[in-house]
């Protein structure tokens, strides 16, 4: 894994406050980025629903939205599926500009023109109740892994990604979207 820059160890550092953000109906809540991860576009929803403006989140990393709670695991299993050249479906915590949360099920794939990476998109809904609480819960565990005091800063992704894998594997599941997409 990369070495966290400044800005993200910043963005890491962001307070939260524990509330989710009341939503109402399921809205496609989409995004774009070009093919370094950049925002270029953001629905109306997702300026809704996380506090910032458009103005705020376009030309900003995607990381703008990554709530503190997620284990880095999920990216690095999400930028490997879309490096391969897949779509990645997954349950992600995302934070608000104001530090509360709200939790989507998100399907990012590559945007591929003419055999040329253009960017990657997102769609994200509201997910069940009960899918929250069991992500929640698995996060939880693949975050408390990252963190535990003995494990150095290049491995952190790796101790939650066994946490991961131990769990899908008792789900008889053979990946992550696999599973997911399950509890549709
Ligand atoms: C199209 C697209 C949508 C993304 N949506 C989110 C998102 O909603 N929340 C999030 O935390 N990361 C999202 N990411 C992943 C971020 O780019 C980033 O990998 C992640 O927030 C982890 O941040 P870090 O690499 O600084 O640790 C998205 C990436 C892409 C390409």
Same mark, same amino acid.
């Given at each position: &894994?990369?070495?966290?820059?400044? #800005?993200?160890?910043?963005?890491?550092?962001?307070?939260?406050?524990?509330?989710?953000?009341?939503? @109402?109906? &399921?809205? #496609?809540? $989409?995004?774009?980025?070009?093919?370094?991860? !950049? %925002?270029?576009?953001?629905?109306?929803?997702? !300026?809704?629903?996380?506090? /910032?403006?458009?103005?705020?989140?376009?030309?900003?990393?995607?990381? %703008?939205?990554?709530?503190?709670?997620?284990?880095?695991?999920?990216?690095?299993? &999400?930028?490997?599926?879309?490096?391969?050249?897949? @779509?990645?479906? =997954?349950?992600?915590?995302?934070? #608000?500009?104001? =530090?509360?949360?709200?939790?989507?099920?998100?399907?990012?794939?590559?945007?591929?023109?003419?055999?040329?990476?253009?960017? /990657?998109?997102?769609?994200?809904?509201?997910?069940?109740?009960? &899918? %929250? +609480?069991?992500?929640?819960?698995? /996060?939880?565990?693949? $975050?408390? #892994? @990252?963190?535990?005091?003995?494990?150095?800063?290049? +491995?952190?992704?790796?101790? =939650?990604? +066994?946490?991961?894998?131990?769990?899908?594997?008792?789900?008889?599941?053979?990946?992550?979207? +696999?599973? !997911?997409?399950?509890?549709?």
């Amino acid at each position: &894994m990369r070495q966290m820059s400044a #800005a993200a160890a910043a963005r890491q550092r962001r307070p939260v406050t524990g509330r989710e953000v009341p939503i @109402e109906g &399921m809205r #496609a809540i $989409l995004s774009r980025t070009d093919p370094s991860g !950049v %925002i270029t576009y953001v629905s109306r929803s997702l !300026v809704e629903i996380s506090g /910032y403006t458009e103005e705020e989140m376009l030309g900003q990393p995607h990381n %703008i939205l990554r709530h503190p709670d997620m284990p880095c695991a999920v990216f690095h299993l &999400m930028w490997m599926t879309l490096k391969a050249g897949k @779509e990645f479906y =997954g349950m992600t915590k995302n934070r #608000a500009k104001n =530090g509360d949360h709200y939790w989507v099920f998100a399907r990012v794939a590559p945007i591929v023109r003419d055999g040329t990476l253009v960017g /990657y998109t997102s769609a994200r809904f509201i997910p069940k109740r009960e &899918m %929250i +609480e069991e992500w929640d819960a698995l /996060y939880t565990r693949m $975050l408390e #892994a @990252e963190n535990a005091s003995n494990v150095a800063d290049s +491995e952190r992704c790796k101790h =939650g990604a +066994e946490v991961l894998v131990r769990f899908l594997r008792s789900k008889k599941a053979d990946n992550l979207t +696999e599973y !997911v997409m399950r509890q549709l």
